[in-house]
């Protein structure tokens, strides 16, 4: 009974402190100072710091068309130790596996960086642009210490890249945008 009234007495008393927080901290707020701003004809487009509007959405546009999509095919022996152990069968099953990530184009004649993961052990490449256009990718180098690799695809048109920065000019601080396709969704963009 003791242990009983014991929680009860507990939860009254969070639940006094999580209603008392409610009240002073969202409630007693007033809403022109809040973080997000949502205008009526923006649609919520806009979001409010200190009175600045950020708008991504050029940068965006700009950035998801050298973003592209790299599939790994590549063939694993999978061995069963239990037929090894009772029958002796030794070599395994052929098995082909298939991995996924993103990179990105660095210049016009299809030069791409993304991660030696990525393409590690790869067989087959494949690389699917923004415009859901495929092609097959080469390796042209890797290096599994920097986790990077450069690829290479034939395109008959000239496509859209990616230019570096220069990291010295770049302040903590500063926004950034995260332009990817995982698992092959076209685009996806984080700030």
């Given amino acids: 009974m003791k242990r009983l009234s014991s929680l009860f007495l507990v939860s009254l008393c969070s639940g006094a402190v999580t ?17 997000v701003t949502m205008a009526s004809n923006n649609f919520g487009k806009t979001v409010g710091f200190n009175g ?12 998801v068309h ?6 790994n095919v590549s063939v694993r022996t999978v061995s069963n130790p239990i037929m090894e152990f009772f029958y002796g069968q030794r ?27 990525v393409i590690k052990d790869a ?8 415009n859901n256009k495929t092609y097959k990718a080469k390796v042209i180098g890797t290096d ?20 570096f920065a220069d990291s010295d000019q770049v302040k903590v601080g500063e926004w950034v ?15």
């Fill in 91 to 117: 070599g395994g099953q052929q098995q082909e596996q298939v991995g996924t990530g993103s990179g990105v184009i660095i210049s016009e004649d299809g030069y791409i960086v993304t991660n030696n993961h």
């Fill in 123 to 130: 067989t087959e490449l494949e690389v699917t642009l923004n």
């Fill in 144 to 163: 599994s210490k920097m986790d990077i690799a450069l690829l290479k695809i034939s395109a008959d048109e000239k496509l859209p890249y990616s230019t």
């Fill in 177 to 191: 945008l995260a332009v990817g396709n995982p698992y092959n969704l076209t685009s996806t963009v984080t700030a």
């Fill in 66 to 71: 050298t973003v592209v999509h790299v599939k």
């Fill in 52 to 63: 600045e509007a950020v708008d991504f959405t050029a940068a965006a546009e700009n950035a």
């Fill in 19 to 35: 209603l008392g927080a409610y009240k002073l901290f969202i409630e007693g707020k007033d809403n022109r100072n809040s973080i």
